[in-house]
């Protein structure tokens, strides 16, 4: 890890342009916000203060449980982009294969699939893409294939559901990563949507293994330099943590207050049971962890697995913490809109297929 990485072409620059959101240095009032309601939950959970209102008793689980299922995933997507940092911009960016190419498009859609990360830490990290020179569209499949596809959680999809309907929820979602990349880099050429900023062209000579292994043997691995890769991803992920945090205590209200016998009363394999999905699944902030296991639920108790697919697929195309990292990371709310505009109708149709209507 080598901390000489200032060097990028000016890529640096940009890439600060482009995170340090709040100006001025502002205080954050909603990053400081949602972390301190988080703090104090952890805090009333682990004196074991039990004497609560029912309701601000059931908030505090909600917050414990779901920080207790997506932690790992957050600190692997800080650690990875203070990495990402430290990797000189030309091996990103070979690996990735060429923006704007179909062959790109699939390097990226594999790396979303193989990255064992939850769908907050997978943020983090495709965000980081962008501010490296990543096409729109790459990033676009790296996002959208990636979230519950990561091994851990398709190893939980398949004790819940079986391997039939796992194989098929993984190609599904395969495809509409590779069809919206597509669609996205269409619209980008088109001059429709606007390109990264951060792009730049690979030396014709350069080439990827060799310079992977000098990029190796000359990293620093000392404990002090893995220090400060930390400390980086910790500065390049607060636009992000904002909305996960944020998105954390929105989820814990609307469990209080919905309880889970109600709404999956009403999920039938119907075009209104498909509509409420598509819903809920915009309204609640789920974390891949947490959707898993509600998607296995709509599949076997509410028999209906295109709801199920929605459910898991919807999450993340309109999930509002990813439209407003977008947002922020790429300082274009048409970027962000054409996300849900693009996925959501083929998710839709996907899911209307599976369910047989």
């Known amino acids: 890890m080598d901390h000489n990485h200032h060097n990028h072409n000016g890529t640096e620059k940009s890439d600060e342009k482009l995170c340090c959101a709040p100006k001025h240095k502002k205080r954050d009032w909603l990053l400081l916000l949602s972390t301190a309601i988080i703090v104090v939950s952890y805090m009333i959970s682990l004196l074991h203060i039990s004497a609560l209102p029912p309701e601000f008793a059931t908030f505090n689980e909600s917050i414990v449980s779901l920080i207790n299922k997506m932690w790992w995933g957050i600190l ?17 960016l070979t690996a990735l294969g060429k923006g704007g190419s179909f062959s790109g ?6 790396g979303g699939v193989l990255l064992d990360l939850c769908s907050h830490g997978i943020l983090l990290v495709g965000m980081k893409l962008y501010q490296r020179g990543a096409s729109l569209g790459q990033v676009m499949a790296f996002l959208i ?4 596809n990561s091994i851990s959680l398709t190893l939980i999809l398949l004790a819940l559901i079986g391997l039939k309907w796992t194989i098929a929820f993984m190609l599904f979602s395969i495809v509409i990563a590779l069809i919206s990349g597509v669609i996205f880099d269409t619209l980008v050429k088109k001059g429709v949507l ?15 293994w060799p310079s992977l292994k000098t ?3 000359n990293g620093n691995y000392t404990p002090m330099s893995i220090f400060l890769t930390i400390k980086d991803g910790l500065l390049g992920s607060t636009m992000i943590l904002r909305w996960i945090f944020f998105g954390t205590v929105l989820a814990a209200l609307l469990q209080t207050f919905i309880s889970t016998d109600n709404f999956q009363t009403f999920f039938g394999p119907t ?15 789920v974390c891949s962890e947490g959707s898993v296991p509600v998607a296995a639920d709509l599949l076997t108790r509410a028999a209906a697995p295109g709801n199920a ?3 898991l697929m919807t999450g993340v195309a309109t999930d509002y913490t990813e439209i407003l990292s977008l947002k922020e990371t790429t300082q274009s709310w048409k970027i962000s809109l054409f996300l849900p505009l693009i996925t959501v109708p083929q998710v839709i149709l996907i899911a209307m297929i599976i369910n047989g209507l």
Do not use: H, Y
């Open 215 to 217: 990029t190796i043997r």
């Open 145 to 148: 294939a990636s979230p519950w």
């Open 105 to 110: 498009l699939l390097r990226a859609t594999a």
């Open 194 to 208: 606007p390109s990264n900023p951060n792009t730049k062209d690979v030396a014709e000579c350069f080439r990827f």
């Open 271 to 285: 075009i209104g049971g498909l509509g409420l999905t598509l819903l809920i699944a915009t309204i609640v902030e």
């Open 76 to 92: 692997l997507g800080i650690f990875f982009v203070g990495f990402m940092d430290r990797i000189p911009q030309d091996l990103i």
């Open 309 to 311: 697919f929605a459910f």
